[in-house]
């Protein structure tokens, strides 16, 4: 558990220095390099190249990446929500969607399977669709 927080907290620590790039592919990108993370074939590939000892570590940390890009990619849209709210989106609207976005994290550190994972995500992506649909018109 301690080498779980304390991975935690680096993660935190590095995806707090990737808000200062300006782009989403740029941000992603910071925290994937924090991760050493290239892509899930590549990672696979590396892991079934190990000992037999080392491969249950190995997957085990690619599963742990995967998801943590992934809520970091949530959180990301929380950002830009925020920011939307500086270009005059309806703060009701920021707040109600940003409280979304956060059960939906929740859901997605609660759920057991990929399937359920890959439901959470589509659903978050539904989300910030409808978001943007609402604001388009309010945004400078």
Same mark, same amino acid.
């Given at each position: 558990?301690?080498?779980?927080?304390?991975?935690? @907290?680096? @993660?935190?620590?590095?995806? !707090?220095?990737?808000?200062? !790039?300006?782009? +989403?592919?740029?941000?992603? =990108?910071? &925290?994937?390099?924090?991760?050493?993370?290239?892509?899930? =074939?590549?990672?696979?590939?590396?892991?079934?190249?190990?000992?037999?000892?080392?491969?249950? %570590?190995?997957? =085990?940390?690619?599963?742990?990446?995967?998801?943590?890009?992934?809520?970091?990619?949530?959180? @990301?849209?929380?950002?830009?929500?925020?920011?939307?709210?500086?270009?005059?989106? !309806?703060?009701?609207? *920021?707040?109600?969607? &940003?409280?979304?976005?956060?059960?939906?994290?929740?859901?997605?550190? +609660?759920?057991?399977?990929? %399937?359920?994972?890959?439901?959470?995500?589509?659903? *978050?992506?539904?989300?910030?669709?409808?978001?943007? !649909? %609402?604001?388009? +018109?309010?945004?400078?």
């Amino acid at each position: 558990p301690s080498d779980k927080k304390t991975i935690c @907290n680096d @993660n935190y620590i590095a995806a !707090n220095s990737c808000w200062t !790039n300006p782009t +989403d592919q740029g941000r992603t =990108q910071c &925290i994937r390099n924090h991760l050493k993370f290239t892509t899930i =074939q590549e990672g696979r590939q590396a892991c079934l190249a190990l000992e037999p000892e080392e491969k249950d %570590e190995c997957f =085990q940390k690619l599963h742990d990446d995967v998801f943590t890009i992934i809520k970091f990619r949530f959180y @990301n849209l929380e950002e830009k929500a925020e920011y939307f709210m500086k270009k005059g989106a !309806n703060t009701d609207t *920021v707040s109600e969607f &940003i409280s979304q976005v956060e059960l939906k994290k929740q859901e997605f550190n +609660d759920s057991e399977t990929i %399937e359920e994972k890959k439901q959470i995500v589509e659903e *978050v992506i539904s989300l910030w669709d409808e978001f943007i !649909n %609402e604001i388009k +018109d309010e945004v400078e």
